[in-house]
């Protein structure tokens, strides 16, 4: 990890309900912050597949694991951490403008994820070169 990771993303917890079955759930306004627009979920991947490789411009997301694990590689372009997630209950909310890289999943791994907006490719860095000038020039903008 180098400088202070935890501004690149927040834990969120959920509650599970453990019977002859565990049951986890999330409610928006209570365990997400956002008002979620879309949900979709990453499943079935090779070994060793890479995913990721890019930033937001705004949409804010909530990921969770609910099998398997991740490796997600976390980046502002100053500050970079990888966090493990392997719990439905323990997700991580990932603000914009933070460059992610999802790494280690298997064909074990369901990753599942609620988003701020609906799809669109405009809102996405997908070159990191990109990223830095655009974060760049947002810094400049607000000073
Ligand atoms: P992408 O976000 O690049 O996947 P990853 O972050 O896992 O590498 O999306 C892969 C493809 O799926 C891309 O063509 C866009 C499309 N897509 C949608 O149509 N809707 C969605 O909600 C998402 C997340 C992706």
Redesign the pocket.
């Known amino acids: 990890m180098s400088g202070n990771a935890h501004v690149l993303y927040s834990y969120i917890n959920l509650p599970e309900i453990k019977d002859n079955a565990s049951l986890v759930f999330l409610e928006e306004g209570k365990h997400i912050t956002f008002q979620i627009k ?1 949900v ?1 979920f ?1 499943q079935n991947c090779n070994d060793k597949l890479d ?2 490789h ?1 930033a937001h411009k705004k949409t804010i997301q909530a990921l969770f694991c609910l099998k398997g694990s991740v490796d997600l590689y976390l980046s502002d372009g100053e500050m970079s951490t990888t966090v493990h997630l392997k719990s439905p209950t323990e997700g991580i909310l990932l603000r914009p403008l933070v460059w992610h890289e ?1 790494k280690h999943m298997t064909k074990e791994t369901i990753l599942f994820v609620a988003a701020s907006a609906h ?1 669109d490719e405009k809102d996405y860095i997908r070159n990191y070169q990109d990223f830095l000038s655009y974060i760049k020039d947002a810094h400049d903008f607000d000073e």
Do not use: S
């Open positions: 879309r979709y990453i995913r990721g890019h999802m799809f």
